[in-house]
């Protein structure tokens, strides 16, 4: 959830501040050519960018493909920090190519193997876009009492620990699965322990039978 947060926190960001970088970092760009630049390259490219990173996603493990996009973004972002006139706009655009797969990467991620919960956590995840409604008036706030340039850090961190989720996503993974399946022997220790779904000393206490269960001793009686 805090992953897609911060995504479209960087997603909303550069888009909402791609016309004003370009009229202040490069020399005789009109807000006319930079819209139209947005539209056909910047977009363009998340559209190239959605249809390659699905063949990406397909070599190699989602979780690996996300942490190299995203650092790789972190790269670009930095790039278009140093305001080095057309580098840093080359490297703002590779950022759209960059940040397609990253939003159904994450969603993808975030509800896998929840079972029934999965309805919730996806539900949760989408209302993670409210992200979008933050980060541009941060990035604003900086471009006034700063440059806009520097307001790009804010996406430049978003990257950040996008790509510190991907490191890690595996480990949350285990944690999520041994804590549900704890929660599975709670609520049903003698079913679990039939499936050998317990854990711990669990395992080794067979369940308690009842007292019909319970074979009886009859004495014999002397005649």
């Given at each position: 959830?805090?992953a897609?947060?911060l995504?479209?926190?960087?997603?909303?960001?550069?888009?909402?501040?791609?016309?004003?970088?370009?009229?202040?970092?490069?020399?005789?760009?009109?807000?006319?050519?930079?819209?139209?630049?947005?539209?056909?390259?910047?977009f363009?490219?998340?559209?190239?960018?959605?249809?390659?990173?699905?063949?990406?996603?397909?070599?190699?493990?989602?979780?690996?493909?996300?942490?190299?996009y995203?650092s790789?973004c972190f790269?670009?972002?930095?790039?278009?920090?140093?305001?080095?006139?057309?580098?840093?706009?080359?490297?703002?655009?590779?950022?759209?190519?960059?940040?397609?797969?990253m939003?159904?990467?994450i969603?993808?991620?975030?509800?896998?193997?929840?079972?029934e919960h999965?309805?919730?956590?996806?539900?949760?995840?989408?209302m993670?876009?409210?992200?979008?409604?933050?980060?541009?008036?941060?990035?604003?706030w900086i471009?006034?009492h700063?440059?806009?340039?520097?307001?790009?850090?804010?996406?430049?961190?978003?990257?950040?620990?996008i790509?510190i989720?991907?490191l890690?996503?595996?480990?949350?993974?285990?944690k999520g699965?041994?804590?549900?399946r704890l929660?599975?022997t709670?609520?049903?220790?003698?079913?679990?322990?039939?499936?050998?779904?317990?854990?711990?000393?669990?395992?080794?206490?067979?369940?308690?039978r009842?007292?019909r269960?319970?074979?009886?001793?009859r004495k014999?009686?002397?005649?």
């Amino acid at each position: 959830m805090l992953a897609q947060f911060l995504y479209v926190a960087a997603q909303t960001g550069i888009f909402s501040f791609f016309i004003n970088y370009l009229v202040e970092n490069v020399s005789g760009m009109t807000d006319s050519r930079a819209k139209n630049l947005l539209g056909v390259g910047g977009f363009g490219l998340f559209m190239f960018g959605r249809f390659c990173g699905s063949f990406v996603v397909g070599l190699m493990k989602p979780q690996k493909a996300l942490t190299i996009y995203a650092s790789v973004c972190f790269v670009l972002s930095l790039l278009a920090m140093a305001g080095l006139g057309m580098v840093g706009v080359v490297a703002l655009f590779g950022t759209f190519f960059f940040m397609s797969i990253m939003f159904p990467t994450i969603f993808a991620l975030g509800i896998r193997g929840l079972g029934e919960h999965t309805k919730l956590a996806s539900s949760l995840i989408v209302m993670s876009i409210v992200g979008g409604a933050i980060a541009p008036p941060v990035m604003g706030w900086i471009a006034d009492h700063y440059s806009m340039k520097v307001g790009f850090a804010i996406p430049m961190v978003c990257f950040i620990f996008i790509a510190i989720y991907g490191l890690i996503w595996k480990k949350l993974e285990n944690k999520g699965r041994r804590c549900r399946r704890l929660r599975r022997t709670d609520r049903h220790p003698a079913d679990a322990l039939k499936n050998g779904e317990m854990v711990g000393q669990a395992t080794l206490c067979p369940p308690r039978r009842s007292m019909r269960e319970r074979p009886t001793r009859r004495k014999l009686k002397g005649t």
